[in-house]
C-alpha cells in the first residue's frame, strides 16, 4: 500500500548547528501534510503544516519545504537546542481522508 | 495540558482481563481517532469516529471494542490481550477532515500485557 516513510531513523547535532529532517512520501493523492514532534513520555505534538499548493512555509526556527515533483518534504530547524531533542514525525493526508497517516519518525538528539 | 485527557496512564493487564480506556476532549472537535505506536514502528491508525459514527475500522482484532458516546469522550474496551498488543495508545481529536493542522494528540496510555 502507499506509505509515508523518513530516510533516517536517528540524527545527532550539536546545539546551535542546523538540523534537517527528511520525509518521503508515495500517495500522489495527498495534499495535506504535517510534521510532528513527540518528546519521552508525550503524545505528539503538531509542529507545522503545508498543503500541496504551497513549496515552503516557514514558523519560529523551522521551515518546511515540499518538492511535489519527487514527493520529498524536509523539516528544516534553525540553531538546534537541546529541547528540541525528540521523534519527528511527518504525517499525510488527502482531502477525502479522514487521518493522517503517519511516518516511522526520526529521533534527533541535541549535543551540547 | 493539550486539550485531549487520556486516563490511565499507565495500565498492566492480565491477558483474561477486561479494562477500558478512556479519552476526553475539550477543544469542540467533531472526530476522534484512536492510533497504536509500538517500537520503530509508524503510528497505526486503529479507530475514526466522526460525528459519533465509526467510519473507519483498520482491521483491529475484535479484542479491541472503541464506544464513543458523545463527541467529546471515546473509550477503547480491551479483553482477552495478547503480550504483542502491548504499546502506547494515543488518543487524538479534530474537526471533520481538518486540514489546518487541528490533529490535536493526548499523552498516551501505556499498555503492558503480561
Known amino acids: 500500500g502507499e506509505s509515508v516513510g523518513l530516510h533516517l531513523p536517528t540524527l545527532s547535532v550539536q546545539e546551535g548547528d542546523n538540523s534537517i529532517i527528511n520525509c518521503a512520501y508515495s500517495?500522489?493523492?495527498?495534499?495535506?501534510f504535517i510534521w510532528y514532534k513527540q518528546e519521552s513520555g508525550k503524545g505528539p505534538q503538531f509542529i507545522i503544516d503545508i498543503r500541496s499548493n504551497m513549496d515552503k512555509r516557514q514558523g519560529q526556527r523551522v521551515t518546511v519545504l515540499l518538492n511535489k515533483t519527487v514527493k520529498h518534504l524536509s523539516l528544516q530547524i534553525a540553531a538546534t537546542q537541546p529541547g528540541d531533542s525528540a521523534v519527528y514525525f511527518c504525517a499525510e493526508n488527502t482531502n477525502s481522508g479522514y487521518a493522517l497517516n503517519f511516518g516511522k519518525g526520526t529521533s534527533l538528539l541535541v549535543t551540547p | 495540558e493539550t486539550g485531549v485527557t487520556q486516563t490511565p496512564r499507565h495500565l498492566v493487564m492480565g491477558m483474561t482481563n477486561k479494562k477500558s480506556l478512556k479519552c476526553e476532549q475539550h477543544l469542540g472537535h467533531n472526530a476522534m481517532y484512536w492510533y497504536k505506536q509500538s517500537a520503530k514502528k509508524p503510528l497505526e491508525l486503529m479507530f475514526v469516529?466522526?460525528?459519533?459514527?465509526?467510519?473507519e475500522n483498520n482491521s483491529v482484532p475484535s479484542r479491541f471494542s472503541p464506544e464513543c458516546p458523545n463527541s467529546s469522550h471515546l473509550f477503547l474496551h480491551l479483553h482477552t490481550l495478547q503480550p504483542e498488543d502491548s504499546a502506547l495508545y494515543l488518543c487524538?481529536?479534530?474537526?471533520?477532515?481538518?486540514?489546518?493542522?487541528?490533529?490535536?494528540f493526548g499523552s498516551g496510555t501505556r499498555l503492558t500485557v503480561v
Open positions: 500517495n500522489s493523492a495527498s495534499d495535506y
Open positions: 487524538a481529536s479534530s474537526q471533520v477532515r481538518s486540514q489546518d493542522g487541528g490533529y490535536t
Open positions: 469516529y466522526s460525528l459519533e459514527e465509526r467510519v
